[in-house]
């Protein structure tokens, strides 16, 4: 589990044990609602890492656990509601772990830009590989650099950034979870990856749009 989810689920996890305890009999949306968990959440940050360090080794292992499956709900949920924005042959990318997947789609193809965080960089030179393409004419299986299979790019630790091209990085202090939490930084982003379609001569309507993040 990367650094990134890892915190996400700290959060979450020690915001459901403290504020709801073992009540768990309602799921009711106004019990859990984002209004409510965003702003405890807020609240809760500043103080997490003084009341964890109170914690036992098995009290912060049962954290560890219940982290994992709120994890895998939100992953699953996540890759569902990407797969239906996939035209019905393409198989769902592997996202990069420490970076992502900004994908545009339509009813017969779709496009996958590979993005890296802020100290990392691609595996392979891929500056003029701005994107990956899924549809009827790649015979449904995803363009890449990797032989076989749906991974399209691997993000590595490093101190420059030197294989993508500019637009291919998540700026410091603004990683894909940043990116994807702001409207605004979403918005940027996906006008950057459509003016690059539109330079590379898809200007066909593309309905929907996402970003994934490993």
Do not use: H
Request: proline letters at 2%.
């Amino acid at each position: 589990m990367s650094r990134t989810w890892k915190q996400l689920c700290l959060l979450f996890a020690f915001l459901l044990t403290t504020s709801y305890g073992d009540n768990n009999s309602s799921c009711s949306s106004s019990d859990f609602s984002y209004e409510q968990i965003d702003k405890q959440l807020q609240d809760l940050k500043n103080c997490f890492e003084t009341v964890s360090i109170t914690w036992t080794t098995y009290q912060i292992a049962n954290i560890f656990n219940q982290l994992q499956t709120l994890t895998d709900i939100i992953r699953k949920q996540q890759n569902e509601e990407f797969r239906k924005l996939l035209p019905a042959n393409c198989t769902a990318p592997a996202v990069p772990e420490d970076g992502g997947l900004l994908c545009e789609s339509g009813k017969n193809k779709a496009y996958c830009k590979p993005m890296c965080n802020a100290g990392y960089d691609f595996s392979f030179i891929r500056r003029s590989r701005l994107f990956e393409e899924c549809s009827s004419a790649t015979q449904d299986k995803w363009t890449t650099q990797f032989i076989g299979g749906n991974r399209l790019a691997i993000c590595k630790k490093s101190r420059i950034a030197v294989s993508g091209a500019s637009f291919a990085y998540f700026p410091e202090g603004q990683d894909c979870q940043k990116t994807k939490s702001d409207e605004q930084l979403m918005g940027n982003i996906t006008k950057i990856f459509q003016s690059e379609l539109v330079m590379a001569g898809i200007t066909q309507s593309l309905a929907s749009s996402s970003l994934l993040c490993g």
